[in-house]
């Protein structure tokens, strides 16, 4: 585990793919460019969701977004 998120829980890999969902667009595509089934993209955003306690996906992904571009300020 990471420390450098704000939540706890979240791997290097699970990270990576939010990035990839947030900046894809879809589960799908964000599984193609990782090399990775999309049921474990599934289970990625899944764990990054609960760990955020978000309630959908879109709302994670927002959250997620939010959290990076305020980071790099």
């Known amino acids: 585990m ?3 998120f704000p939540w706890n829980g979240i791997t ?5 793919t ?3 969902i947030c900046g894809y667009g879809s589960l ?14 599934y289970s990625h955003q899944s764990r990054v969701k ?4 978000a309630r959908t996906a879109l ?5 997620w977004d939010r959290w990076r571009r305020e980071s790099k300020r």
Not at 59 to 63: N, P, T
């Open 2 to 4: 990471s420390q450098r």
């Open 12 to 16: 290097e890999r699970a990270a990576e």
């Open 18 to 20: 939010m990035d990839a």
């Open 28 to 41: 799908k595509e964000a599984a193609r460019k990782l090399c990775m089934s999309e049921s474990t993209a």
């Open 50 to 53: 609960y760990a955020m306690g």
């Open 59 to 63: 709302a994670a992904c927002l959250l």
